[in-house]
């Protein structure tokens, strides 16, 4: 069983930055494939950004691409999304997930065995 915590969403400003936080359980984080994905009211769940095991492969969804990052530490059992230029349109709620079998990132939800309870994030503009 994996645990998904996620931190760090709140109201920003448009053009303004976010870091959300993912804390993991489970002693064999490290070899996960890690993704955030964001629901909007009204719309269906997608994918933002993910991260291999070593953070050797990324991949971000195009309209995120330049503007987020995503990285992990496997020390901490944490991987991490830095959102800046903020735009209204990013308005949602973040949700991290985890692959325990996947070896590269995937962008569909039925890739994710767990997935975290959520963290809104509001851009105002």
Not at 19 to 24: D, G, I, N, P, Q
Not at 69 to 89: C, F, H, W
């Amino acid at each position: 069983q994996v645990q998904l915590v996620e931190s760090g969403g709140g109201l920003e400003q448009t053009g303004g930055s976010l870091k959300l936080s993912c804390a993991a359980s489970g002693r064999t984080f490290s070899s996960y494939v890690m993704g955030w994905f964001r629901q909007a009211p009204g719309k269906e769940r997608e994918f933002v950004a993910g991260i291999n095991w070593n953070g050797g492969q990324t991949k971000y969804a195009s309209a995120v691409n330049d503007r987020f990052v995503i990285s992990r530490d496997n020390a901490k059992n944490t991987v991490y999304l830095q959102m800046n230029g903020l735009k209204p349109e990013d308005t949602a709620v973040y949700y991290c997930a985890a692959s325990t079998w996947a070896t590269v990132v995937l962008i569909n939800t039925g890739s994710y065995n767990y997935w975290g309870q959520g963290t809104q994030v509001t851009v105002s503009s």
